[in-house]
């Protein structure tokens, strides 16, 4: 029986990850939900809704500059008749009032006529008073000349049911009773308000929990009856319909899976309006702009345009902070609660709605889980450099897709939920790679810590997979330095005095090479090799070769002076230490060489030997550096002078071209150099010449430039010259 593989522990802690997030959307505790609606709300402030400039909907405004000119509020209701008389004579379509008028006017004429009976000098007004219509009557009677919509309050203190709405509605599918936002009874105007009323709409909103309002309910029940809120309200009363068509959950004929989903659309007329399950309709707002208002004052007066009311829907609310209706909103931290109804009539009215989609939470769990698995795995096979570039695009892509779905079809899609997600299961990942790879580092530097060299410990322990035998083609530059003279310096020497000084000598230098970014290959003795662009890729590698060769030397320099000083002080004779540096520059195989027990990281090639030839070299020319061709070539910037334009090097058949290098950058740019090289041409013209006479003297002038010109001692160099005359 084949037995079943145990999941690996990425494989489990990613699947952990995924369980946790998907769970913690499903439950959706109010920090995801708040992070969410802030995403909404910055797209919303990035692509508001364009308002049309005509403004569909007027607000009569009770104002501070009304409540200066009128009074206190509240007004006689005979105010607010007059206002309703002066819209119906301007042509208004309808006129929502947002206000609850549940009590009968403390100061209509019966009221105040009950007042007056207290003193006895007001009786002969009281009967007047008393006669006179009530402030409620004129504006019941204001309200039969336009169609008036009043507000009605879904309320859980009242134990009064609520009268009958005044819209009809049709259904299709569940019972939207079971969805819309309940309250068990309602405020209600006064029923002598009420029956001249066109509609009735109720004026709740649902606050989120940051009490930003970005939905209102289209439909609420009151005591078991569906009610339509203030703006559905106003809206089917101004296109004269008498009837709302509300669909919900199986009204397609195709349940969701079997699952009551809730409402889907309230219609009126033609007019189609998205809803979430129950019953709201998220708002698309525009920019608060003072052209939707007009002053009560104005109204009342009659100062006001009759062209800015005709044909439009009005309400009538207030925006005077001490009446205590103002709400924040994703686009301003407080705008009056009538502007809220004004708005989403408008929207109702442009179509230009934005919603959130039934599938969207199964859509954006689906997308977490794809793209947190796609992480997940490229983690585990690429790394998480791969994985971090291909979860941003993804991310990126997920991000550019919610808003393109946003600013072209209106629809809400959370990009932030699935990217923090993503980014958990990638943290998780990343956290076990890490823990993955420092445990294989450690394992590496205890089985090769002894045998190999600290950087190429490190370039392992980075690579696990480079333990192997084997390796690739690569342009390297190559360094040897050899002590001249090494015999007559050792002699006399016990085996841990010449350890010591051999100690002594070579750590400098090996300390220049690794800060030029080279590599130690080996010590030989009396003698180091190194080289560069090995392991780590150095695109500098000649010139990096070229400034280690020049330190060496003038660290040589210094400790010769530092030797013969201290020599001096004990009155014992010095004897300076000189190297030979010989450089090339060509391709080479580079790898662990070895077997599978012992192996080193080494370089293999003809470069190498050429290499090793020009270090003798310097024996023959006397130059303390020499480098070949390629080199030359590479570092092109660095003071070169020819000394063989085909040189026999010891072994081998191919000549050569060789270069002393006599120093840096900045010296090849000075005038002291250039006055050199130009007499160091002159030289060579005449050895070619086979002119001994024009030589002899060339040396001599530019053996005093050399003095000059640069810092390494060319003396050498130049009594090499002298000597091949002699020959």
């Given at each position: ?50 308002a049309d400039p005509a403004f569909p909907v007027r607000i009569v405004d009770i104002d501070e500059a009304s409540l200066a000119k009128i009074g206190q509020w509240p007004w006689p209701r005979s105010e607010l008749a007059h ?329 809400l899609f959370d990009p932030v939920y699935p990217a923090l997600s993503v980014l958990a299961v990638y943290l998780a990942g990343s956290l076990l790679s890490f823990v993955r790879t420092e445990t294989d580092r450690a394992r ?284």
């Amino acid at each position: 029986m084949t037995l079943l593989r145990r999941p690996s522990l990425h494989l489990i802690v990613t699947a952990v990850v995924l369980a946790l997030a998907v769970a913690l959307r499903i439950i959706d505790p109010s920090p995801v939900a708040r992070l969410r609606l802030s995403i909404f709300d910055s797209y919303l402030n990035l692509k508001p809704r364009d308002a049309d400039p005509a403004f569909p909907v007027r607000i009569v405004d009770i104002d501070e500059a009304s409540l200066a000119k009128i009074g206190q509020w509240p007004w006689p209701r005979s105010e607010l008749a007059h206002i309703v008389e002066r819209l119906g004579e301007a042509g208004a379509k309808t006129v929502a009032i947002d206000l609850i008028l549940a009590e009968p006017d403390r100061l209509s004429p019966a009221a105040l006529a009950r007042q007056a009976q207290i003193r006895s000098e007001l009786a002969p007004i009281v009967a007047e008073l008393a006669a006179l219509p009530s402030n409620d009557d004129l504006l019941a009677r204001a309200m039969t000349n336009v169609p008036v919509v009043l507000g009605v309050a879904g309320d859980a203190v009242t134990s009064r049911a609520p009268n009958p709405p005044k819209a009809r509605f049709a259904t299709a599918g569940d019972d939207p009773t079971l969805f819309a936002p309940r309250f068990p009874n309602a405020i209600e105007p006064l029923p002598v308000l009420a029956a001249p009323a066109t509609g009735l709409g109720a004026v709740n909103w649902l606050p989120a929990a940051d009490q930003i309002v970005r939905h209102v309910p289209l439909l609420i029940t009151l005591h078991g009856t569906l009610y339509p809120t203030l703006s559905l309200e106003a809206l089917r009363t101004g296109m004269r319909e008498t009837t709302a068509f509300v669909r919900a959950s199986g009204g397609s004929g195709v349940l969701s899976f079997g699952e009551q989903t809730g409402i889907e659309t309230v219609r009126v007329g033609k007019i189609v309006l998205p809803t979430s399950g129950d019953g709201q309709l998220w708002l698309n707002f525009a920019r608060p702009d003072p052209r939707r208002y007009i002053s009560a004052h104005n109204v009342l007066d009659g100062s006001f345009d009759p062209k800015d009311i005709a044909g439009r829907h009005v309400l009538i609310g207030a925006s005077a902070t001490g009446l205590l209706d103002l709400r924040a909103t994703p686009l301003a931290a407080s705008v009056p609660g009538v502007e809220i109804h004004a708005q989403a009539i408008e929207q109702m009215l442009s179509g230009a709605h934005v919603s959130r989609p039934p599938l969207a939470t199964g859509a954006e769990i689906a997308l977490l889980l794809a793209v947190g698995a796609l992480v997940a795995g490229l983690i585990r096979r690429s790394g998480p450099l791969a994985a971090a570039a291909i979860g941003a695009a993804a991310t990126a892509v997920i991000g550019m897709g919610s808003w393109l779905a946003f600013s072209k079809a209106g629809l809400l899609f959370d990009p932030v939920y699935p990217a923090l997600s993503v980014l958990a299961v990638y943290l998780a990942g990343s956290l076990l790679s890490f823990v993955r790879t420092e445990t294989d580092r450690a394992r590496v530097r205890r089985a090769f810590g002894h045998y190999v060299s600290t950087p190429l410990v490190e370039e392992l322990a980075a690579d696990p997979s480079r333990l192997k035998l084997g390796g690739e083609t690569r342009a390297v530059t190559l360094l040897f330095a050899d002590v001249r003279g090494f015999s007559r310096l050792s002699e006399g020497m016990d085996a841990e005095t010449l350890i010591r000084f051999v100690n002594r000598l070579f750590t400098p230098l090996s300390e220049i090479i690794l800060e030029h970014r080279g590599t130690i290959d080996k010590f030989m003795g009396d003698a180091v090799m190194a080289f560069w662009n090995a392991p780590v890729p150095d695109q500098a590698h000649a010139a990096n070769a070229c400034r280690a060769a020049l330190t060496m030397q003038a660290r040589m320099d210094r400790m010769n002076r530092e030797e013969a000083a201290r020599k001096a002080a004990a009155g014992e004779p010095a004897q300076p230490i000189r190297i030979g540096i010989g450089l090339n520059t060509g391709p080479c195989c580079v790898g662990n060489v070895g077997s599978p027990q012992r192996f080193d990281y080494s370089v293999l090639g003809d470069t190498v030997n050429v290499a090793s030839r020009i270090e003798d070299a310097t024996k023959i020319y006397g130059a303390p550096i020499i480098v070949g061709a390629e080199t030359a070539r590479e570092a092109p910037g660095f003071a070169f002078l020819e000394i063989a334009t085909a040189a026999r090097l010891r072994g081998k058949e191919r000549s050569e071209q060789l270069f002393a290098l006599v120093g840096d950058e900045q010296l090849a740019k000075t005038e002291s150099f250039k006055a050199l090289a130009a007499r160091y041409a002159t030289l060579r013209d005449a050895l070619v010449r086979a002119d001994a006479a024009a030589a002899v003297t060339e040396i001599a002038t530019c053996r005093a430039l050399a003095k000059a010109a640069s810092p390494l001692p060319l003396d050498a160099m130049f009594d090499a010259y002298a000597a091949s005359l002699k020959t």
